[in-house]
């Protein structure tokens, strides 16, 4: 079973699953290998949202890409193979799991992308306060802690280039971001950030229903 939106029942589910390209092997194995982990299963993206980030990544030309939140690695492989080869294709992924991320790193080779990804192990805020700060950034991925959303964003944006596009994930939360009894710190965190966006005049910002909630954000 691959991954869905919580907006989809079963028969939309299935509708898109039959309109969208198909899974080549290394996704689906990928897919398969990460369910076996069990209920943390969740946290992988769907295939469809996948599918939209390498579009996003293609559209805009994207070159010099990261990624806060790595899991095992579904997401890392869809961006880096809409980047060009290297030297001029770079996709930077912060994740604090060895474990997590190994199972990614298989299938990124299969994929004949691993020489243009850079994995760092550790807290992904203090990679990024390590990385220059310049713009360099074309298109970034955020899917980790609730609670750190916002540090990641504020250390991010001086280091995307103007027009670059931050790509913000569980920006709906099951539902959960309009149930106003659920004052749980991961909810309250996204509720946070997501005032905090739509407000920030240094961008322009689009919450999509896709999967799990997608936050587009723009850089002006």
């Known amino acids: 079973m691959s991954p869905r939106s919580f907006l989809l029942n079963d028969a939309l589910h299935e509708y898109l699953v039959a309109h969208a390209a198909p899974l080549d092997d290394v996704q689906r194995a990928l897919i398969d290998e990460t369910a076996a982990l069990g209920a943390i299963?969740?946290?992988?993206?769907?295939?469809?949202?996948?599918?939209?980030?390498?579009?996003?990544?293609?559209?805009?030309?994207?070159?010099?890409a990261i990624e806060i939140g790595t899991f095992t690695g579904y997401s890392a492989l869809c961006v880096a193979r809409a980047?060009?080869?290297?030297?001029d294709g770079r996709l930077v992924c912060c994740d604090v799991s060895e474990e997590w991320t190994s199972i990614g790193q298989k299938y990124w080779q299969q994929a004949g992308v691993d020489d243009?990804?850079?994995?760092?192990?550790?807290?992904?805020i203090d990679t990024l306060r390590s990385l220059g700060n310049?713009?360099?950034f074309d298109i970034a991925f955020i899917d980790a802690d609730k609670a750190?959303?916002?540090?990641?964003?504020?250390?991010?944006?001086?280091?995307?280039?103007r027009g670059a596009?931050?790509?913000v994930d569980n920006t709906?939360?099951?539902?959960?971001?309009?149930?106003a009894s659920n004052t749980d710190p991961d909810t309250l965190a996204m509720r946070a950030?997501?005032?905090?966006?739509?407000t920030d005049d240094r961008v322009e910002s689009v919450i999509l229903p896709l999967a799990d909630g997608v936050t587009m954000i723009r850089k002006r």
């Open 116 to 124: 243009r990804i850079e994995l760092c192990i550790g807290p992904a």
């Open 172 to 179: 709906l939360w099951s539902g959960e971001i309009v149930n």
């Open 41 to 64: 299963a969740e946290m992988q993206i769907a295939p469809e949202q996948g599918a939209f980030m390498a579009l996003m990544t293609t559209l805009i030309g994207a070159k010099e």
């Open 134 to 136: 310049y713009e360099q």
């Open 165 to 167: 596009l931050i790509m």
């Open 83 to 87: 980047l060009p080869p290297i030297p």
């Open 148 to 161: 750190g959303y916002r540090a990641y964003y504020e250390e991010l944006l001086p280091r995307m280039r």
């Open 193 to 198: 950030f997501n005032d905090k966006v739509a």
